[in-house]
């Protein structure tokens, strides 16, 4: 393994790291609508509210996930084709 390949599989893994960070970053909300729900079915809110706030905790997980499954598959294709471009030159 040479330099540039140290380069390439350590921008891989600052995007990697990076890139979860904002998912979780994200992902937060999610998690404080779900606490949300919970403690109004406690309090014994309208379902009507309830659902409402359930189906933009699920879309804003949904979304969330979505998109880093696909960032972190560009992210891992991207590092692939720069070591197999190195390693042609090699």
């Not at 599989?9 to 970053?25: K, M, P, Q, S, Y």
């Not at 404080?32 to 406690?42: D, G």
Request: hydrophobic fraction near 55%; aromatic fraction near 14%; proline fraction near 1%.
């Amino acid at each position: 393994m040479n330099e540039n390949d140290r380069e390439v599989l350590w921008e891989f893994a600052r995007h990697v790291i990076l890139g979860t960070l904002v998912f979780l970053l994200i992902y937060a909300p999610a998690v404080l609508l779900n606490v949300l729900v919970h403690w109004l079915k406690h309090c014994g809110w309208v379902n009507g509210l309830i659902f409402a706030i359930e189906g933009a905790e699920w879309t804003l997980v949904i979304a969330d996930t979505s998109l880093y499954v696909v960032f972190l598959f560009k992210t891992s294709w991207d590092a692939a084709a720069k070591l197999l471009r190195q390693s042609e030159t090699v």
